[in-house]
C-alpha cells in the first residue's frame, strides 16, 4: 500500500521468497534495455562486467544471469576479479539455471588481451526499412575502447539460438575505424531506424552532445546503396 506502482500478479516472486517486484536477477550493472518491435517484443538487457567481460542477455521470465557466480561465460573469482575459475556451477542455491549471454565482448582490461571495451552499449534489433539487409539484425556498441578517448564502435549480430551469437564490427563511411565519440545509448522511432546518441566528454559535461541517424550511403555513380553512415540530427 501506498506504493506509486504495481506489480504483475505473474511476477515470479509474487508469494514466493523475494521481492515481488523482481522480474529477472543475476545481473551486475544492468545499462539499457530495449524491445524487439516484432518477433515476441523479446527483452535485450546489457550488462556491465567487472573487469573481463561485458555481456548481452536475451532476459527471460524468472531467468538468473549468473552474478556474481559469472561472468558473461566464464566463471568469476570474486577474490581475484582476474584470476581464472574452473567448474563453476550450472545452476544456483535454488537449482534455478544460470543463463549465458547471448553476445560476450572482452573488456578493456581482460588479462587475456584483446579487450576493446569500456562497457558495452545494448542497442536495439533493426526493425526499419531504410538499412538495407540489415532487418532483423541486432544492432549495439561499445561506450569506448579505453576511458581517455571517445572511440566507441557499433556492432552487428544474427540472432539465432541460445548459444553466444557471432558478431561484427560496423564500418561508417564518415568514422572509419570507430564512431569518434563516446557512444552514450541507441534510440529508435516508430519505423524502427535507429539513432545514436554520443558525446566527446566521457561526463554528462560540457556541450559536444549530439543524437546521430544510421543511414545508408549511396554511391554518385549509380545511386546504389554502399555503406552505413551516422547523420547529424
Not at 563453476?88 to 572482452?106: E, H, T, W, Y
Not at 540489415?134 to 557499433?154: A, D, H, R, V, W
Not at 541517424?213 to 547523420?231: A, G, I, R
Request: a negative charge.
Amino acid at each position: 500500500m501506498g506504493k506509486a506502482y504495481g506489480i504483475p500478479p505473474d511476477n515470479p516472486f509474487v508469494g514466493k521468497r523475494g521481492l515481488d517486484e523482481i522480474w529477472a536477477y543475476g545481473f551486475r550493472n544492468p545499462f539499457r534495455f530495449s524491445f524487439d518491435m516484432k518477433d515476441g517484443h523479446r527483452l535485450f538487457g546489457m550488462d556491465a562486467g567487472q573487469s573481463r567481460y561485458e555481456e548481452i542477455d536475451l532476459v527471460e521470465k524468472g531467468g538468473n544471469y549468473g552474478w556474481n557466480v559469472k561472468e558473461g561465460t566464464e566463471c568469476f573469482n570474486a577474490a581475484n576479479e582476474f584470476a581464472e575459475v574452473q567448474n563453476c556451477p550450472d545452476v544456483d542455491a535454488f537449482g534455478n539455471r544460470l543463463i549465458d549471454p547471448v553476445i560476450q565482448v572482452k573488456n578493456w582490461l581482460n588479462p587475456e588481451g584483446g579487450g576493446r571495451a569500456t562497457t558495452i552499449i545494448g542497442g536495439n534489433v533493426y526493425r526499419g526499412n531504410d538499412l538495407h539487409g540489415l532487418e532483423g539484425k541486432y544492432i549495439f556498441g561499445t561506450f569506448s575502447q579505453t576511458p581517455t578517448t571517445p572511440n566507441g564502435e557499433l556492432f552487428i549480430a544474427n540472432p539465432h539460438g541460445p548459444s553466444l551469437w557471432d558478431y561484427q564490427e560496423i564500418e561508417l563511411a564518415s568514422h572509419p575505424g570507430d564512431i569518434g565519440y563516446y557512444l552514450k545509448g541507441f534510440g529508435q522511432d516508430l519505423e524502427g531506424e535507429m539513432y545514436l546518441a554520443v558525446s566527446s566528454r566521457l561526463g554528462p559535461a560540457g556541450n559536444t552532445g549530439k543524437i546521430l541517424k544510421l543511414v545508408m550511403v549511396k554511391d554518385k555513380k549509380d545511386n546504389d546503396d554502399k555503406s552505413l553512415d551516422d547523420k547529424d540530427k
